[in-house]
């Protein structure tokens, strides 16, 4: 999936067809496509007649405290009714949704690497940070700047966090790696400066599997370095659609629930 988002961000015919609105069509694509599937798997994966019928039942239950307003009786045995009706429906729900929700999930990171994030852009002033174990390990800490970056303020020094800042800005665009020096090693962290649809980390991690499948896009630090993390702060991208912008996350499951509600109703699927 790596491979695909790179190579759709660098074909031109896809810039040219979709220019700034790329992240957009990404987003609608990758919608339709998913809620297509997780009523698939819904459909293969639930007890369909008793989804159906615990639905009917609800309905019911809802008719009978219209119907019956004047007979408080039969009002509170059908809200008792009502409250047994929808927890028997969340427990057949259930099921379906453990078979999406992980698979869901990873996917999810791997996309918001392209379009949660923005690159830098050219003299934009952005911050460093590196944390490392110890307050000897900070003291020690160098930088290392490629070509095409400079420092734009004396470095920061925080004892409490045992982190050392530094404000940087870049001269063109590109794809750097930065390094930070310590006790005669060097750790490498990528900086994407530019426009385009770039596969970002904001943060490189040492150890800490999950972690580092959740925050992170790059190899590990070493488990024997002085060095926790190095990180920088890359600018939220948002996506327009009908020109109302939003988080790329907040779009995809308005889409998604659109499409899936159609695909159930084509399909006959009982959701």
Same mark, same amino acid.
């Given at each position: 999936?790596?491979?695909?988002?790179?190579?759709?961000?660098?074909?031109?015919?896809? %810039?040219?067809?979709?220019?700034?609105?790329?992240?957009?069509?990404?987003?609608?694509?990758?919608?339709?496509?998913?809620?297509?599937?997780?009523? &698939?798997?819904?459909?293969?994966?639930? #007890?369909?007649?008793?989804?159906?019928?615990?639905?009917?039942?609800?309905?019911?239950?809802?008719?009978?405290?219209?119907?019956?307003? #004047?007979?408080?009786?039969?009002?509170?045995? /059908?809200?008792?009714?009502?409250?047994?009706?929808?927890?028997?429906?969340?427990?057949?729900?259930?099921?379906?949704?453990?078979?999406?929700?992980?698979? *869901?999930?990873?996917?999810?990171?791997?996309? #918001?690497?392209?379009?949660?994030? +923005?690159? *830098?852009?050219?003299?934009?002033?952005?911050?460093? +940070?590196?944390?490392?174990?110890?307050?000897?390990?900070?003291? /020690?800490?160098?930088?290392?700047?490629?070509?095409? %970056?400079?420092?734009?303020?004396?470095?920061?020094? /925080?004892?409490?966090?045992? @982190?050392?800042?530094?404000?940087?800005?870049?001269?063109? #665009?590109?794809?750097?790696? &930065?390094?930070?020096? !310590?006790?005669?090693?060097?750790?490498?962290?990528?900086?994407?400066?530019?426009?385009?649809?770039?596969?970002? !980390?904001?943060?490189?991690?040492?150890?800490?599997?999950?972690?580092?499948? %959740?925050? !992170?896009?790059?190899?590990?630090?070493?488990? /024997?370095?002085?060095?926790? !993390?190095?990180?920088?702060?890359?600018?939220?991208? @948002?996506?327009?659609?009908?020109?109302?912008?939003?988080?790329? &996350?907040?779009?995809?499951?308005?889409?998604?629930?659109?499409?899936?509600? &159609?695909?159930?109703?084509?399909?006959?699927? @009982?959701?």
């Amino acid at each position: 999936m790596n491979l695909a988002f790179t190579h759709l961000a660098q074909c031109p015919a896809a %810039l040219g067809i979709f220019g700034y609105n790329l992240p957009a069509a990404i987003v609608l694509v990758v919608s339709i496509v998913i809620g297509y599937l997780m009523v &698939i798997v819904f459909g293969y994966t639930s #007890d369909q007649k008793a989804i159906k019928h615990a639905k009917d039942q609800l309905k019911a239950h809802l008719l009978a405290v219209r119907l019956f307003q #004047d007979q408080l009786g039969v009002v509170i045995r /059908s809200y008792g009714g009502i409250l047994r009706g929808t927890g028997r429906y969340l427990l057949l729900a259930f099921k379906p949704l453990l078979f999406v929700i992980i698979p *869901l999930t990873f996917l999810m990171i791997q996309i #918001d690497r392209y379009l949660g994030s +923005k690159p *830098l852009e050219v003299s934009q002033q952005f911050l460093l +940070k590196a944390r490392t174990a110890n307050e000897e390990a900070m003291n /020690s800490l160098t930088l290392e700047l490629p070509g095409g %970056l400079q420092a734009t303020a004396p470095p920061v020094h /925080s004892v409490t966090g045992n @982190e050392v800042i530094w404000r940087l800005a870049a001269e063109k #665009d590109g794809n750097y790696e &930065i390094g930070v020096q !310590s006790g005669g090693q060097t750790y490498k962290k990528k900086i994407v400066v530019g426009g385009g649809l770039e596969r970002l !980390s904001a943060i490189r991690l040492r150890g800490d599997f999950w972690q580092r499948m %959740l925050y !992170s896009a790059e190899p590990a630090l070493p488990a /024997s370095s002085p060095v926790q !993390s190095i990180e920088v702060k890359y600018p939220p991208r @948002e996506v327009s659609f009908a020109a109302i912008a939003s988080n790329w &996350i907040v779009a995809f499951f308005l889409l998604s629930l659109v499409a899936g509600f &159609i695909f159930k109703s084509a399909l006959g699927i @009982e959701i």
